[in-house]
Structure formats: structure tokens, C-alpha cells
């Protein structure tokens, strides 16, 4: 089955900086890797994703780039702001099966 | 705000008792999740209903049984449970299940306490 590893467990920054957290999977099928935003006490919320068939998608101050040779994907976010603080999880589907979860990263962003 | 709701948002039980959590969406989506999240963990699958029938069981014990009444509707039936079972239960939902490229949007789940 698939296997996803996520990169760094916990990360701090200082407001301003840029911020990126970075994921491998295993399943060379898998085509679909959405990024999820999850605050405390609440459910995981989706931020982005990308397709197989795109290397980099924007919004605004969040990217994710898809490299599929390597079976990377990573989550770039610029301008951090103390309201980007949570746990980011990155995920990976190829369909027929539910989505296959790294493990979390704590991201705290400093005034 | 999140467009898939559960209810309640938490729930205490004792390991006898009977109860049931409740998840709803009015996006039109035809397929159903349930996901068990422990602390600091990432999501982990349990169930899925696609088009109101289950089509994947994640080997969930049988204290679990989970029922999809309608398209916009799914409930789990808790029975029996363990304090192991503590636990954030998380609903979600895509437009179709065994497809690639659906997003799934999730509840804001229900923190369940086994005493």
C-alpha cells in the first residue's frame, strides 16, 4: 500500500518568514496530494492540492510543488502570520482507496 | 464554517452504554468517511460509504456500526466501547468515492471520552 513520510515533525518560524514542509510518497499511481490545515479543536481543512499532471499550483501565500519522478511533493508558505500556526497534513489518493496521511507537522509562527 | 457537520461535538460514555454520533452534508457529495484521529496522530480511516452503500470496512471492530441513511446522512452507532476507543471521531465527505481527484472535506468532529 502506500506509504507517506512528512518532513519536519514540528517547525518554528518568525512571523514574515517563509515556511515549507516537505513529503515522499511510495505509490508511484497515486495522482492526487491535497494539503489539510487542522487547528485545536477543530476538523483538517483543506488548503490546497495538486493533480499529477501540474508541477506547482499558488494561492496566494501557500504553493505546493509536485515533483513525480522523485515522489516529492512540498507545501511552501511565504509571509507567515501567527494564524498559520497548526498541524499540516499532507496526503496522498490514487484512487479505489481512501486518502494515505503523512504524519503531521506543528508549525508555530512567532510575533 | 465547515459544510460537513457532526454532532454532537463531544460525548462522554460509560463502557456500557449505547450511543450514536451523527454527521451531515448538503453538498450533494455521494460519498461518506469516517475517520478515528488520536492525539498528535494523523487520521486514520474507518469506514466508507459510497452512493449510501458501505464499501470499505477498515477491519473496524464490531462495537463500531456505522449506518448511511441517506445521501446527506451517516451515522456510528457506538456499543460496548473500550477507553482506548477515546478518541476525535471525523466525518468527511467527497462528490464520488473511488475516484481520483475528489477533495474531501471534513467535519470538525466529535471528541468522544470513554470512562
Known amino acids: 500500500g502506500e506509504n507517506v513520510e512528512q518532513h519536519p515533525s514540528t517547525l518554528s518560524v518568525q512571523e514574515g518568514d517563509s515556511a515549507v514542509i516537505k513529503c515522499t510518497y511510495s505509490?508511484?499511481?497515486?495522482?492526487?496530494f491535497p494539503w489539510y490545515k487542522q487547528e485545536l479543536g477543530k476538523g483538517p481543512q483543506l488548503i490546497i492540492d495538486?493533480?499529477?499532471?501540474?508541477g506547482e499550483k499558488k494561492d496566494q501565500r501557500i504553493a505546493v510543488t509536485l515533483n513525480k519522478t522523485a515522489k516529492h511533493f512540498s507545501l511552501h508558505i511565504t509571509e507567515t502570520q501567527p494564524e498559520d500556526s497548526a498541524v499540516y497534513f499532507c496526503?496522498?489518493?490514487?484512487?479505489?482507496?481512501?486518502?494515505?496521511f503523512g504524519s503531521g507537522t506543528r508549525l508555530q509562527v512567532q510575533p | 464554517d465547515t459544510e460537513v457537520t457532526q454532532t454532537p461535538k463531544h460525548l462522554v460514555m460509560g463502557m456500557t452504554n449505547k450511543k450514536s454520533l451523527k454527521c451531515e452534508q448538503h453538498?450533494?457529495?455521494?460519498?461518506m468517511y469516517w475517520y478515528k484521529q488520536k492525539a498528535k496522530k494523523p487520521p486514520e480511516l474507518m469506514f466508507v460509504?459510497?452512493?449510501?452503500?458501505?464499501?470499505i470496512n477498515e477491519s473496524v471492530p464490531s462495537r463500531f456500526s456505522p449506518e448511511c441513511p441517506n445521501s446527506s446522512l451517516l451515522n456510528l452507532h457506538l456499543h460496548a466501547l473500550q477507553p482506548e476507543d477515546s478518541a476525535l471521531y471525523l466525518c468527511?465527505?467527497?462528490?464520488?468515492?473511488?475516484?481520483?481527484?475528489?477533495?474531501?472535506?471534513f467535519g470538525d468532529g466529535t471528541r468522544l471520552s470513554i470512562l
Open positions: 468527511a465527505s467527497s462528490q464520488v468515492a473511488g475516484e481520483s481527484n475528489q477533495p474531501q472535506h
Open positions: 505509490d508511484s499511481a497515486s495522482n492526487y
Open positions: 495538486i493533480r499529477s499532471n501540474v
Open positions: 496526503a496522498a489518493y490514487k484512487g479505489g482507496r481512501a486518502l494515505t
Open positions: 453538498m450533494g457529495h455521494r460519498a
Open positions: 460509504y459510497s452512493y449510501e452503500k458501505l464499501s
